[in-house]
């Protein structure tokens, strides 16, 4: 079956702490998406990436960064310079830019 | 840039019931797509629709229809004979049609919608 898999469901971070979400992808797109949900609101855009070994800030990329070295693969690193990293973490993929995104089922990212 | 609102925090319906969720949207652009996507308890976020500013025609999805008015910038989701397994978040988001947008879509806060039996 196609579609886009993120792992872990949940993950527990010590302050301090790197950690790093995967996102894959196996329906042939070139378009990826990493958005930030928080309780109350909407998603908001972190990165994205249009083709692989590209890859461009959204509207809250400090304190995380990303790869595409593989079309399939897009993986997330909350670092520690990121002051509130605790949400809830979304993958997206779409064929191409101006084409439907769809999600993954999300992690949930929490701060102990 | 773009703003997406949603009045609407929370809303309610009787199963098989007809309710209608709004959105509005600022924007200056001329061609752009609206969504609305929907997410259950679980949170994966499902795409319920799609539309194309450019198309006049409101777009319908079964049970799942807009009333897209361009002009006044509205963009409302109506779901008929509603079902036990509509009760969900929904979230309406805006993408730009300009290829400098990458893509990015901006989301409301979202309408936490809940189906009585």
């Known amino acids: 079956d196609g579609g886009i898999t993120q792992s872990p469901k949940y993950l527990f971070r010590k302050e301090g702490q790197n950690v790093t979400l995967s996102c894959e992808q196996n329906?042939?797109?070139?378009?990826m998406y990493w958005y930030r949900q928080d309780p109350g609101q909407g998603l908001r855009l972190i990165y994205y990436s249009q083709i692989v070994n590209d890859f461009q800030k959204g509207d809250i990329a400090e304190g995380y960064s990303v790869s595409r070295e593989k079309k399939e693969s897009f993986p997330l690193t909350v670092t520690s310079a990121q002051k509130n990293p605790t949400a809830f973490y979304l993958c997206a993929s779409s064929k191409g830019r101006a084409d439907t995104q769809y999600f993954g089922p999300g992690t949930r990212l929490t701060v102990l | 840039a773009q703003t997406v609102t949603q009045s609407q925090p929370e809303m309610s319906v009787q199963e098989a019931e007809t309710v209608t969720l709004s959105c509005t949207y600022d924007?200056?652009?001329?061609?752009?797509?609206l969504f609305w996507y929907k997410q259950p308890p679980s949170r994966q976020m499902i795409l319920v629709i799609r539309q194309e500013a450019y198309k006049q025609q409101n777009a319908t999805e079964n049970r799942f229809s807009v009333n897209f008015q361009k002009a006044a910038k509205s963009f409302s989701l109506k779901i008929s004979d509603s079902q036990l397994g509509d009760a969900a978040m929904y979230f309406c988001a805006y993408r730009s049609a300009l290829s400098t947008s990458y893509g990015k879509l901006t989301f409301g806060q979202g309408t936490i919608l809940t189906v009585h039996p």
């Open positions: 924007t200056s652009e001329s061609d752009y797509y």
């Open positions: 329906l042939n797109h070139d378009a």
